[in-house]
C-alpha cells in the first residue's frame, strides 16, 4: 500500500513571524467551505497508518496551538496512540516518509472536527494484512469513523479483504481513491468504504465563498472485483462493477492544507493529495452523529445528495466512460456526488 499525502516542496517555512498565519488552508477555511458547524463531542476519530512518526503528539499540539483549538494530548484523554494490537508498545519502526502522512491526517481531524478525539493506530507495515488488522482494530477500541489514506491495485482479492477488514456495519470507514489521475484503488473500491477523491478548492466571490473543480490527480475508476452496491443503482457511473469516488474534499497541493511536521520536516508546510480528504470526510461524519448500528454509512450520501455541493469541472485523465474522469452535473469519478455543504449528506435517515 502506498500513502497518498502530497507535500509541497516549492514552500520554506520552517519559522512563523509573530502572529503569521501559516501558509494552506486552515480550519477556519475548512469550516467555511463546507459550511460546517461545532459538534463531535464525545466521538473518536481513527487514523490508521503505517509506521511510527514519534513526533505525532507535540506537532499535533503545535497545530491546533497555532489555530487556537482545545489541547488533544495523551494527558486529557483526547489523543491516543497504539500498535496495530491495540497496545502502547512497542510501537512500530519509525519513517519520516509516513510520519508526513500522519501529522496530514491527524492535523485534518483537528481542522474539521476540533471537539473528536483522535486514535491513532500504526501498522508494523503499509501490507494490506498489518493495516486491514489496523482498522480492525480502531473499531474494537470504540472509533465509528475510521479514515485510510493508502491504497493500491487491485489483485482479485478484494472479497477476501473486505470480509476481513474493511466489513464494519455502523462504521463509517473512509479511504483515498489515490494520486495518479484516472484509476481504480483498493480500499477505496471496497464494499464498505467511502471512497473519497480530491477538488481543487479556492476562496472567491461568490455567495458561497468557494470554488470548487476536480483535481487532476484524483483517482477514480472501476472496480474489476468488487460488486456494485445497491445505492449506486441511483446514479449512472459507467461501470459494471464498484465506482470510486463516492464523495470528495479538497487535495490539490496547489490549493493545499497547512501542517506542521517535524520528523522529516521542518516545521510547517503546505499538503495535499487524497490523504486529505479521506480524514477531513471521516471527521464530516463525526460531526454528523454516529450511524446505525446495521447501516453501511457510504450509503448516505446517496440518499442526501442535496446535502452537497456538486463540483461540475475539471477532470483526472481519459476515460472510456467520460463521467468517470470528466466532472459533470450529479455523480462523477473525481468528485462523486460532490463535497459537504455542512453534515446533512453524512447522516443516517
Same mark, same amino acid.
Request: hydrophobic share 30%; aromatic share 8%.
Given at each position: ?43 473518536? *476519530? ?35 496512540? =497504539?500498535?496495530?494490537? /491495540? ?33 491513532? *493506530? ?13 482498522? %480492525? +482494530?480502531? =473499531? ?5 469513523? *475510521? ?26 470507514? +473512509? ?5 495518479? /489521475? ?11 468504504? @467511502?471512497?473519497?477523491? /480530491?477538488?481543487?478548492? +479556492? ?31 441511483? =446514479?449512472? +457511473?459507467?461501470? #459494471? ?12 497541493? %496547489?490549493?493545499? *492544507? ?25 471527521? =464530516? ?26 463540483? @461540475? ?6 476515460? #472510456? ?29
Amino acid at each position: 500500500m502506498t500513502c497518498f499525502a502530497l507535500k509541497r516542496t516549492d514552500i520554506k517555512e520552517a519559522a512563523l513571524a509573530p502572529n503569521a498565519a501559516p501558509s494552506g488552508l486552515g480550519p477556519s477555511d475548512i469550516k467555511s467551505a463546507y459550511k460546517l458547524g461545532d459538534g463531535g463531542s464525545g466521538q473518536t *476519530v481513527a487514523i490508521v497508518d503505517a509506521n511510527d512518526d514519534p513526533n505525532a503528539e507535540s506537532d499535533l499540539a503545535a497545530y491546533r496551538s497555532q489555530f487556537g483549538l482545545p489541547e488533544c494530548s495523551t494527558a486529557n484523554g483526547c489523543f491516543s496512540k =497504539v500498535n496495530q494490537n /491495540g497496545k502502547a508498545s512497542p510501537l512500530p519502526t519509525a519513517d519520516s516518509g509516513w510520519a508526513g502522512e500522519i501529522s496530514l491526517d491527524v492535523d485534518m481531524v483537528s481542522a474539521t472536527c476540533p471537539a473528536c478525539k483522535i486514535l491513532l *493506530v500504526e501498522a508494523d507495515s503499509a501490507t494490506i494484512e498489518n493495516l486491514g488488522q489496523s482498522v %480492525n +482494530t480502531a =473499531v474494537s477500541l470504540g472509533a465509528k469513523y *475510521v479514515s485510510n489514506s493508502y491504497g493500491g491495485g487491485e489483485d482479485g482479492s478484494e472479497a477476501s479483504y473486505d470480509s476481513q477488514y474493511y466489513s464494519h456495519p455502523g462504521v463509517a470507514v +473512509t479511504a483515498s481513491t489515490g494520486d495518479s /489521475g484516472y484509476g481504480a484503488s483498493y480500499p477505496a473500491t471496497g464494499a464498505g468504504v @467511502t471512497a473519497v477523491g /480530491g477538488t481543487s478548492l +479556492t476562496a472567491d466571490g461568490s455567495s458561497r465563498g468557494w470554488s470548487e473543480s476536480a483535481w487532476s490527480g484524483a483517482g477514480s475508476g472501476c472496480s474489476s472485483s468488487v460488486a456494485k452496491p445497491s445505492f449506486q443503482s441511483s =446514479v449512472d +457511473t459507467g461501470c #459494471d462493477k464498484r465506482g470510486e469516488a463516492d464523495v470528495s474534499a479538497v487535495a490539490d497541493p %496547489n490549493t493545499g *492544507v497547512a501542517v506542521y511536521q517535524t520528523y522529516g520536516g521542518s516545521g510547517w508546510a503546505v499538503y495535499g493529495g487524497t490523504s486529505a480528504s479521506s480524514p477531513i470526510i471521516a471527521s =464530516v461524519y463525526a460531526l454528523a452523529g454516529a450511524p446505525g448500528a446495521s447501516d453501511s454509512p457510504n450509503s448516505y450520501p446517496y440518499a442526501h445528495a442535496d446535502g452537497l455541493f456538486d463540483v @461540475t469541472t475539471g477532470s483526472n485523465g481519459s476515460c #472510456d466512460a467520460s463521467q468517470q474522469c470528466n466532472a459533470g452535473t450529479g455523480w462523477d469519478g473525481p468528485t462523486g456526488l460532490g463535497t459537504p455543504n455542512g453534515t446533512a449528506a453524512f447522516a443516517g435517515a
